[in-house]
C-alpha cells in the first residue's frame, strides 16, 4: 500500500482570514477583560486587608495614646489638688479670723443694744407717768366745765320753755281775735254779693227780653223776604228744573250704555292680546317656551308681606276690576320678562358702542403713529415710548354703566417692539 502522506493546506480566502482575525481579537480582548477583573479583584481585597490594617493598628496607637494622656493629665491633677488645697487651707484661715472678729463686734454690739434698751424703757416710764398726770389734770377740768355747762343748759332751758308757754298763749288769743273778724266779714260780705247778685240778675233779664223782642221782628222780616225770594227763584227757575230732570235720567243711560261699551272694548283687547300672544309664540327661543316666566327673586317672607301690604290697600272696586284681568297675569310676566331683556341688551349696546369708540380712537392713534406727514410729526407721537412711557395725555376713563360683567381690557403693545422681537 502507498504511504499516505501529510495533508496540503488549503489556503484561506480573506474573508475566512478576516473571519479568524475578528475571533482570535474577541478571544484576546475576554482575556483582557478577565485578567482586568483579577487585577480589580485582588486589588480590592489588598485594599480591604490594608484597611483592616490600618484600623487595628489606629486603634491601638489610640489606647497607647490614651493610656499615656491619662497618665499625664493625672499628674497635672494632683498638682492642681496640692495647689487647691493649699489655697483652701489659706482662706480657710482668713475666714476663721474674720468670724473671730464678727463674733467679738456681736458680742460688743449686744452689749450696746442692752444698755439702749434699759435708757429707753426708763424714758418711756417716765412719759407714761408724766401722761397719767396730764389725763387725770384733763379729767378734773372736764368734770368741772360739765358740770359748768349741764347748769347753764337747764336754766337756758326753763327760760325756752317759759317763753314758748307765753308765745303759744299769745298766738291762741290772736288766733281767737282773727278767727272773729274774719266771721264778721264773711256775714257782711255775703250780704253785699247776694244784693249784688239780685240787681244784676234783674237787669240782666230786662236786656234778654228786650232783646229777644228786637230778635223776633227782625227774625220775622228776615223770614218774609227770603219766602218772597224762593217764590221768585221757584218760578224762575222751573223750566231748568225739568229740563235738568230729563238730562239727570238720559246722562244716567248714557253713562250705563258707556260702561257696557267699555267692557266690549277691553273685552276685545284681552282676545286682541292672546291672538298676538299666539303669533308671537311662533317666534319664540327653545328657552323660552321651556321657562317663559322669570322666577320671583323675593323671599316667601318678602312675598307674604308684600300680599298683606297690597290687601291691606285694595278697596272693593279695585277688587272687582282685578278679578276681570287675573287671566292676564301670565301675560304681563312674559311681557316684562321681553321688556327686561331689551333692556339689558340695550345697555350692553351702549357698553359696546363706548368699548367700539375707544379701540377706533386706539386704531387711529396708532395709524397716526405709523405714518409720516408733516401734521402728524407736529403732533404728540403715541409710538414715542420714553422710560418706558408714552408721550401722550392720560385718557380721562369715562362713566361706566352699572354691570355685573367685568369691563374688557385690551393690550396695546408698540409696533417698534414688535419688530425688534421679530427680527
Given amino acids: 500500500m502507498p504511504k499516505r502522506g501529510k495533508k496540503a493546506k488549503i489556503p484561506l480566502s480573506e474573508e475566512e482570514q478576516l473571519l479568524l482575525f475578528q475571533q482570535k481579537l474577541l478571544a484576546e480582548e475576554e482575556i483582557a477583560k478577565k485578567k482586568e477583573r483579577l487585577l480589580s479583584q485582588?486589588?480590592?481585597?489588598?485594599?480591604?486587608?490594608?484597611?483592616?490594617?490600618?484600623?487595628?493598628?489606629?486603634?491601638?496607637?489610640?489606647?497607647?495614646?490614651?493610656?499615656?494622656?491619662?497618665?499625664?493629665?493625672?499628674?497635672?491633677?494632683?498638682?492642681?489638688?496640692?495647689?487647691?488645697?493649699?489655697?483652701?487651707?489659706?482662706?480657710?484661715d482668713?475666714?476663721?479670723?474674720?468670724?473671730?472678729?464678727?463674733?467679738?463686734?456681736?458680742?460688743?454690739?449686744?452689749?450696746?443694744?442692752?444698755?439702749?434698751?434699759?435708757?429707753?424703757?426708763?424714758?418711756?416710764?417716765?412719759?407714761?407717768?408724766?401722761?397719767?398726770?396730764?389725763?387725770?389734770?384733763?379729767?378734773?377740768?372736764?368734770?368741772?366745765?360739765?358740770?359748768?355747762l349741764t347748769k347753764e343748759f337747764e336754766t337756758e332751758r326753763k327760760t325756752i320753755l317759759e317763753q314758748h308757754e307765753k308765745e303759744i298763749h299769745y298766738l291762741q288769743d290772736v288766733f281767737m281775735a282773727m278767727e272773729q273778724n274774719y266771721i264778721d266779714s264773711e256775714y257782711e260780705s255775703k250780704l253785699e254779693f247776694q244784693s249784688m247778685w239780685d240787681d244784676l240778675k234783674n237787669k240782666n233779664l230786662e236786656e234778654k227780653h228786650f232783646l229777644r223782642l228786637q230778635l223776633e221782628n227782625i227774625v220775622e222780616?228776615?223770614?218774609?223776604?227770603?219766602?218772597?225770594?224762593?217764590?221768585?227763584?221757584?218760578?224762575?227757575?222751573?223750566?231748568?228744573?225739568?229740563?235738568?230732570?230729563?238730562?239727570?235720567?238720559?246722562?244716567?243711560?248714557?253713562?250705563?250704555?258707556?260702561?257696557?261699551?267699555?267692557?266690549?272694548?277691553?273685552?276685545?283687547?284681552?282676545?286682541?292680546?292672546?291672538?298676538?300672544?299666539?303669533i308671537c309664540r311662533k317666534f319664540e327661543t327653545e328657552e323660552e317656551k321651556v321657562l317663559p316666566f322669570y322666577s320671583s327673586v323675593l323671599t316667601p317672607e318678602e312675598q307674604e308681606e308684600i300680599e298683606e301690604q297690597n290687601q291691606e290697600e285694595l278697596t272693593e272696586e279695585l277688587v272687582e276690576v282685578m278679578a276681570d284681568y287675573v287671566g292676564m297675569e301670565n301675560f304681563w310676566k312674559r311681557y316684562n320678562k321681553v321688556k327686561l331683556e331689551k333692556l339689558s341688551l340695550l345697555q350692553r349696546r351702549t357698553r359696546l358702542l363706548e368699548i367700539n369708540g375707544k379701540l377706533r380712537e386706539m386704531l387711529k392713534q396708532y395709524l397716526d403713529g405709523i405714518s409720516v406727514s408733516d401734521e402728524i410729526l407736529s403732533q404728540l407721537n403715541p409710538l414715542f415710548i420714553v422710560n418706558h412711557q408714552s408721550n401722550l395725555p392720560p385718557v380721562a376713563p369715562g362713566p361706566q354703566p352699572p354691570s355685573r360683567e367685568p369691563a374688557a381690557a385690551y393690550n396695546v403693545i408698540e409696533a417698534a417692539h414688535v419688530i425688534a422681537h421679530t427680527l
Fill in 42 to 92: 485582588f486589588l480590592k481585597d489588598k485594599l480591604a486587608k490594608e484597611e483592616h490594617n490600618s484600623a487595628l493598628n489606629l486603634n491601638k496607637i489610640n489606647t497607647q495614646w490614651r493610656a499615656i494622656l491619662r497618665e499625664v493629665k493625672t499628674r497635672e491633677l494632683h498638682r492642681d489638688i496640692e495647689i487647691l488645697s493649699q489655697t483652701f487651707e489659706r482662706v480657710v
Fill in 94 to 148: 482668713c475666714k476663721d479670723s474674720v468670724i473671730k472678729s464678727l463674733a467679738k463686734d456681736l458680742s460688743e454690739a449686744e452689749e450696746q443694744y442692752a444698755h439702749a434698751l434699759r435708757s429707753h424703757l426708763h424714758n418711756i416710764d417716765q412719759l407714761l407717768a408724766l401722761q397719767r398726770r396730764r389725763l387725770s389734770l384733763l379729767e378734773e377740768s372736764y368734770v368741772m366745765e360739765l358740770e359748768t
Fill in 221 to 278: 222780616d228776615l223770614w218774609k223776604r227770603f219766602q218772597d225770594a224762593l217764590k221768585n227763584y221757584a218760578d224762575a227757575t222751573e223750566d231748568r228744573k225739568i229740563a235738568f230732570e230729563t238730562l239727570k235720567v238720559k246722562d244716567e243711560k248714557s253713562s250705563k250704555e258707556i260702561e257696557a261699551q267699555m267692557k266690549k272694548i277691553q273685552k276685545l283687547q284681552g282676545e286682541k292680546i292672546l291672538k298676538l300672544a299666539e
